[in-house]
Structure formats: C-alpha cells, structure tokens
C-alpha cells in the first residue's frame, strides 16, 4: 500500500527549531516528487515545500530561507527542518506525494499529518 | 505563483446537485484537482486531471474545466458529503508545487 507517516510535531518557541519527518512505503521518494503542505488553525491548505526526484527543491515565499527540505534515501523519508520558527508556523503539517501529468499534478496520498505548536 | 479563488461556502439540499468552482489562471493551461477534507482529518483527492476519479470516489463526483474556470460536480449529493473542498493546479511557471484555492464549505441541507 502506498502511504506516507509524518512525524516529529509537538510545542516549541519561537526562534527554535524543529525537524519533521515524512516516511514513505509503497513507493521511491527518489522516484516521485514529495511535497509538505500546511494548515494553520482554521485555515486552508498551504503548499510550503517539494523536494523533487533528482533532489531539486522549492519553497514558498513564507518558509524560503528558514525551512529546508531534505531526504534519506536509505531510510526512504523527507525531512522539514525548520528554523527560526515563528508563532505563525503554527498548523498541522502534511507531507503528500506529488503525482505529474503532462498536464496536471495531483497530491496523493496525503499522511495524517503531525502538529506543530509555537508558542512562548 | 498563480492564485487560484473559490467561493468561501456552498450549501446543496440532500439529492440535488451541486456545483463547486474554481478559478485562475493556471487553469488556462494545466487540469485542476479537487480534495475533500472532513474535520480533524487528512485532506483526500476526489478528482484529478480532466476528470479522473481515484479508486474508491463514488461516480457522484465528476469534474470540468472551461478557460479560467473549474468546476467539481456533485450529483445527488449525500450527507456524508458535507466537507471542505479544495481545488489545486500546477502552477503557471511549470514548477511542479501546489497551488491551493482557499477552500469552499459544503453544507448538505
């Protein structure tokens, strides 16, 4: 079954930091593209970062500079190491493949998602 | 990076169709997808591409897209049904991140 588990949320402070987990199975994260996306509280769906299958990355304008995106090929899991955090950072943290069409990219499967607190 | 805009809520009686819209400029050019999520859970893809349904979404949901404008159809909507419904493209510069809309309530009446 293809699946990804996040993991690695919980309370920080501000100015710290923290590092995310993204294990997949059933599927290569050397082969696929892997995407982190959040939620803040109440909030809608916000793409953050994509590590893509030759290691390029890409980051959103709210997170470039203090998040970075990483993998293990031999444990097959991406990383979200974040600095710097702020009380904003506060969401649920998804980690989901991003499936490429000639014309479409879709995220599937999303994990459960792991939750991420800031605060002093 | 492109924006893409939804309607904030929608309501539908019980049975009766339902559309939900999308709209932005990467849709011009690139197929949208569309994800429900239901309180305190994962988000999880109903349509993707042109109209392409994962294994296990129920034939009721159908999607479409006309210039700017996307659309992901219920008919005969279900009271299991009520969620957040998100749509997302590639964005105009081809880089293959997400682009999300800011989401649309579905109320079933």
């Known amino acids: 079954e293809v699946q990804v588990m996040e993991s690695g949320g919980g309370f920080f402070q501000p100015g710290g930091s923290l590092r995310l987990s993204c294990l997949a199975s059933?599927?290569?994260?050397?082969?696929?593209?892997v995407s982190w996306v959040r939620q803040a509280p109440g909030k809608g769906l916000e793409w953050i970062s994509v590590?893509?299958?030759?290691?390029?990355?890409h980051y959103a304008n709210s997170v470039k500079g203090r998040f970075t995106i990483s993998r293990d090929t031999s444990k097959n899991t991406v990383y979200l190491q974040m600095d710097n955090l702020r009380v904003d950072d506060t969401a649920v943290y998804y980690c989901?493949?991003?499936?490429?069409?000639?014309?479409?990219?879709?995220?599937?499967?999303w994990g459960r998602g792991t939750q991420v607190f800031i605060s002093s | 990076s492109s924006d893409l805009t939804q309607d904030p809520a929608v309501s539908v009686a019980l049975g009766q169709t339902v559309n939900i819209t999308c709209q932005g400029t990467?849709?011009?050019?690139?197929?949208p997808n569309w994800y429900l999520q239901k309180p305190g859970q994962a988000p999880l893809l109903v349509i993707y591409?042109?109209?392409n349904r994962p294994s296990g979404i129920p034939g009721r949901f159908s999607g479409s897209r006309s210039g700017n404008t996307a659309a992901l159809t219920i008919t005969g909507a279900q009271a299991e049904d009520e969620a957040d419904y998100y749509c997302?493209?590639?964005?105009?510069?081809?880089?293959?991140?997400?682009?999300f809309g800011g989401g649309t309530k579905l109320t079933v009446l």
């Open positions: 590590i893509y299958y030759d290691g390029s990355t």
């Open positions: 989901a493949r991003r499936l490429v069409g000639p014309y479409e990219d879709w995220f599937d499967p």
């Open positions: 591409g042109k109209n």
């Open positions: 990467s849709l011009k050019y690139y197929y």
């Open positions: 059933g599927f290569s994260v050397t082969g696929h593209y």
């Open positions: 997302d493209s590639r964005d105009v510069s081809g880089i293959h991140l997400g682009v």
